[in-house]
């Protein structure tokens, strides 16, 4: 029974570590223009997780709005070994969109594109969950402007790394969500840094594993001197 108590306990303590009335989406494969990671609600706090593999990689994340919808974006950057400098540019792509700012690659006829600029003055802040610094390169707050398909794309010319994007502000949170929250721990865990996470998990394996063997060879000491008393009576 303590034990039980003592893993809801666990669950609860992790809940508030992370955000778990997000939807926490990570990115499986090449996330292109023609097969983009797909969001639901835009209006509801979606949370991608993504990585820029190579120079020429393009991200693209795909959702339906309505005019006059409130519509919020935030780049975040994980502050990790190996991916210092890595500053990915965010544009909004549609039909809808009248503007069409300057980009590194081509679109199909007929779509507008919005730069949304980073800043010089990256703020910073400590994430207790992931265990690392994200520097808040750039957001944008507004309103759809027109019904239709939007696309965000995150590229960098430069170089490669991980990024976390921000869709949506609106909570929203179930007992199917709270239940994944173990799993999801793991997950981004392991999204930001596999090895650490793997090598943690061998560790707890083995001081597991030892300390079964320890209290084993610690009962099979005492059985063997409790035969040596109780023949020693005899």
């Keep these: 029974m303590k034990k039980f108590f003592g893993i809801i306990i666990l669950i609860i303590i992790i809940c508030f570590s992370i955000d778990f009335d997000k939807n926490q989406i990570f990115e499986r494969k090449d996330a292109s223009f023609s097969a983009p990671v797909t969001i639901n609600n835009h209006m509801n706090s979606n949370t991608i997780y993504g990585k820029i593999n190579k120079n020429n990689d393009i991200d693209f994340i795909k959702f339906k709005g309505k005019k006059y919808e409130n519509f919020y974006i935030e780049l975040r950057i994980p502050n990790l070994t190996g991916e210092k400098g890595f500053s990915p540019e965010i544009v909004l792509i549609s039909k809808e969109i009248v503007q069409k700012d300057a980009i590194p690659f081509d679109l199909p006829k007929g779509y507008g594109a919005l730069v949304i600029k980073s800043t010089d003055n990256k703020s910073k802040y400590f994430d207790s969950f992931t265990g690392s610094y994200y520097h808040l ?4 707050r507004g309103e759809i402007p027109e019904n239709g398909e939007y696309y965000v794309a995150v590229y960098n010319e430069k170089s490669n790394g991980k990024y976390v994007l921000d869709l949506g502000e609106r909570k929203k949170f179930s007992i199917s969500d709270f239940l994944k929250v ?8 392991f999204f930001f840094s596999p090895i650490k996470l793997i090598s943690i998990i061998a560790l707890i394996i083995i001081a597991f594993v030892s300390i079964m063997y320890i209290f084993k060879k610690r009962e099979s000491i005492i059985r063997a001197l409790k035969i040596k008393i109780y023949r020693r009576k005899v």
């Design 137 to 140: 390169a750039q957001s944008l």
């Design 182 to 189: 173990p799993y999801l721990y793991f997950k981004v865990k």
